[in-house]
């Protein structure tokens, strides 16, 4: 269960070397924090242009565009010695006025944490820093087990069920029946987390999904020689494993076929499958390994037959070399199986990178920004356009801002790509923003969405208002964005058929399946004869929602205080503030109550008007000893659902 690629703690180590660079002190900014403006830097139109944005108040490690066309970033202690005890921080951005308009804070460091996108567009985050190499006993950097979503309609961030253990690096991506896996990551005690969980959205919690097919098991900080690591042990039975040895943030992607690949960084490729939790070989790519490198899921067609391509493109070496690589290789499932794609190489980029962001633009063509030619050294500011249907690569104009380790990139409705962040060294980030506007917003007349579009469900239909509906040869849809170091486990584009035209829509295919576009927001654009796209709208593409009376118990879940925990306070009467959370995917929440042992039950306080996703309640307790906390919620039908935690109070005097 070994990992062949250089080290993060090794590669940490490289990146704090890095502070002797002329960037000095705390959270520097290299550009002054009220400008706002943009800045067209000169370049070929065809090939796009650059103009600078604002300064960022926190660096942008984990991005993700919401559906309101805002942008949450994430970064919690940022990567900095001086905030590794807080505040932890994340910030709504709105980029259509330049302006941070939010400031968050979380009670955990969510540094270095998991993040994508959920289908009712709230933003699911998980694991994230235990404790920093430097503050740790072992000098390990370890993982925290928290997990927050944020609330895409009221813009906040609230703290949800806990997973099994720690993940400091973990993967996460979006599941065709909405459920959100969990891959890898450092424990608590700095040790490779081997388990797969799963997130279920309605009823905001995790459960561990075991190899069908084999026996691995993984036992907590099994490493570590601190009191309480090496227990417990999961899996180590027949029929259930857990799963193999995979990098820190694998490159997981889900395929048309419903398997997740395994695209990377290490040589070996694995599917696996959601339904048995079978993780099956799948070959080797060409390349050694492709540390930090680029993966990406090629454009698909909304077809039955598509079985998709993915490509690969720079990275670092195996051991304990560090020159990045300009190698690209294709994976093509469509010339082989759902299970062994073809791999062969294709045409090397001009340059050679590693953490570079890839963006799938809305005219299919694979956009990479930013990276060095080293370990964090050596800024590649030249980006590269890869077309898939010739498999050639292009040039495009110099970006201005050098975009290091912990940089990330989105796109947005307008068609510009934001480009932000990165960290030089563990005492510095990189605070301005800069915009890439691409070629086709300087190529002609865009055609337009005039409305909202009527969305069908899976293998329907989707009419999109348009007056241009004569000029409009392609539709594309692209899913909203959530990256977190350099990749995005959802990124996806599919081209949607044109199926009929009036004067004022189009019609077009509604993706076949959730395979193929898993549930969740996607923007969509129409595009002209000359490949121009409109401004996107966007839009939701889910699973028809079921009928039928409600009959089944809503979720309740106890946050804090946790199971067996020890409350001291004054014999005069123990303060005991709990919070929990309450969902129910029918009939929705009525309300929730609290009560302590056998006392009558009291209506708790719900986090706004109809939304008992989060709610808090305190009373008093009077007599020492062990006593229980029970919730109990009710859904508009009059289900019930109760869940109680022990707990015991001391007197502090």
Known sequence: MSDNNLSRRDFLKLLGAGAAMAFVGKYVNLMDPNQTSLIPKASALSSGSWSLGPNLSFPAIHMALVKSGKVVYVAGSGYHAATQSGPFTGTLFDPATNTEVKQMTFTDDVFCCGFNQLENGNILVTGGTKDYDTSQPEGKWTGANCAYEFDANTEEFYKVTSMA????????????????????????????????????????????????????????????????????????????????????????????????????????????????????????????????????????????????????????????????KN????????????????????????????????????????????????????????????????????????????????????????????????????????????????GYLFDGPRPTISGTPTVGTYGGTIVIPTPDESTITSVSLVRIASITHHFDNDMRMIWLQIQSSTSSSVTVSAPLNANLAPPGYYMIHVLNSTGIPSIAKIIKISNPVSGGPDTTAPYVGILTPSARAVIV??????????????????????????????????????????????????????????????????????????????ITIFFSG
């Open 569 to 646: 306070g004054p014999s005069s009467g123990v303060t005991v503030n709990v919070t929990g959370t309450a969902f129910d995917s029918q009939s929705g929440i009525q309300d929730v109550k609290v009560a302590f042992d056998s006392g009558a039950p009291t209506t708790a306080i719900q986090r706004s008007l109809g939304d008992w996703s989060a709610w808090s309640f305190s009373g008093t307790i009077n007599t020492l000893g062990p006593h229980t906390i029970k919730a109990i919620a009710t859904d508009n039908q009059g289900n019930k659902a109760t869940t109680s935690v022990p």
């Open 165 to 324: 253990h720690g993940r400091w690096y973990p993967t996460q991506i979006t599941l065709p029946d909405n459920k959100t896996a969990v891959f890898s990551g450092l424990d608590e005690f700095g040790d490779r987390n081997y388990l797969v969980e799963i997130y279920n959205p309605i009823f905001k919690n995790f459960s561990i999904k075991y190899d069908s097919g084999s026996s691995l098991q993984y036992c907590v900080g099994s490493t570590s020689a601190l009191p309480g690591a090496g227990t417990p042990c999961y899996g180590g039975v027949a029929g259930k494993g857990v799963s193999p040895g995979i990098a820190l943030y694998p490159h997981m992607i889900l395929m048309p076929s419903g398997l997740l690949f395994r695209a990377g960084p290490e040589s070996t490729l694995f599917t696996w499958n959601p339904t048995n939790g079978r993780w099956l070989n799948a070959g080797s790519m060409n390349s050694t390994a492709r540390g930090y490198g680029t993966s990406v899921l090629l454009p698909l067609s909304n077809t039955a037959a598509e079985r998709g391509k993915i490509l690969l493109a720079g990275g670092m070496p195996s051991g304990a070399e560090t020159q990045a």
């Open 327 to 438: 190698s690209a290789e294709i994976l093509d499932f469509n010339a082989g199986t759902d299970q062994n794609p073809t791999i062969n190489y294709t045409a090397s980029m001009t340059y050679a990178r590693v953490y570079a962001n890839p963006i799938i633009l809305p005219n299919g063509k694979i956009a990479i920004f930013g990276g060095t030619t080293n370990p964090n050294t050596n800024p590649q500011l030249i980006p590269e356009m890869f077309d898939p249907l010739t498999n050639t690569w292009s040039v495009l104009p110099t970006a201005t801002v050098p975009r290091w380790y912990h940089s990330s990139a989105l796109l947005l409705p307008d068609g510009r790509v934001m480009v932000a962040s990165g960290t030089p060294s563990r005492y510095v980030y990189e605070p301005r923003v800069e915009y890439f506007s691409p």
